[in-house]
């Protein structure tokens, strides 16, 4: 079964620290860009970042820039997200998600398009920042 499985979601205070993973099964990720999703109750899904393939290009949204840093480990087939300095606003359930196409839309400004209801998405991980 092709699936991704998101991880490391929790509570935290304002100005804290959680790092996110997201682990592949049944395929390998190392052809694929992966890109991290979140939403808040109430609010639309939100594009928050995007690693290629390689890792050579990412992309942030302008809410979590200086902040988050997104990376991967092929030899792991994972994908992290670090989440630094966060903020009430931060809370939402975080998803991550690949197409399984080895275009890389990472460069784009509204990359974020590039991913909708047939892509491969995982449960998803709740993240709290609340003091």
């Known amino acids: 079964q092709l699936q991704l499985v998101e991880a490391g979601g929790g509570l935290v205070q304002p100005g804290g620290s959680l790092r996110l993973s997201c682990a592949a099964s049944g395929f390998t990720l190392d052809y694929y860009a992966i890109g991290w999703f979140r939403q808040a109750p109430g609010k639309e899904r939100e594009g928050v970042s995007c690693i290629s393939s390689g890792g050579r290009t990412t992309n942030y949204a302008d809410s979590v820039k200086g902040r988050f840093t997104i990376s991967r480990d092929n030899a792991k087939n994972t994908v992290y997200l670090q989440m630094n300095s966060l903020k009430p606003e931060d809370t939402a359930i975080y998803y991550c998600?690949?197409?399984?196409?080895?275009?890389?839309?990472?460069?784009?400004?509204?990359?974020?398009?590039?991913?909708?209801?047939?892509?491969?998405w995982g449960q998803g991980t709740q993240v709290t920042v609340s003091s």
């Open positions: 998600v690949t197409n399984r196409k080895t275009a890389n839309p990472c460069g784009l400004r509204n990359w974020y398009r590039v991913y909708g209801v047939g892509d491969y």
